[in-house]
């Protein structure tokens, strides 16, 4: 990074987790986060670079928690079967 260089201040993916928080009124966290500590500083969500175990995954959900799972990995098949979990496309895949 340059000093003096131009970037953007507000990428897409912000404005995407901002929707996403203000759309949650219970606690909420996002695993396959491209940018967790970001995230985290900009909205109220929890967010994890990894994806824990189902079982992991079904003792948050017993909490309360609502779970979204971000596109920027590649996503555990066995996931899927989940019904509680929101699949999210936020901050996209590593390949760009």
């Known amino acids: 990074m340059k000093p003096f260089s ?3 201040r507000n990428p897409e993916w ?3 987790m901002h929707e996403l928080d203000s759309d949650n009124d219970t606690s909420a966290v996002i695993f396959n986060c491209k940018y967790p500590i970001e995230t985290m500083f900009h909205t109220n969500l ?3 670079y990894t994806t824990p175990s189902v079982a992991k995954l079904q003792a948050l959900k017993s909490e309360g928690y609502d779970i979204y799972i971000d596109n920027f990995k590649k996503i555990n ?3 899927y079967n989940l019904n509680f979990i929101h699949y999210v ?3 996209g895949s590593e390949n760009r």
């Open 6 to 8: 131009i970037r953007d």
């Open 14 to 16: 912000i404005a995407k």
């Open 46 to 48: 929890i967010a994890y």
């Open 77 to 79: 098949s066995e996931l």
């Open 89 to 91: 496309e936020i901050t």
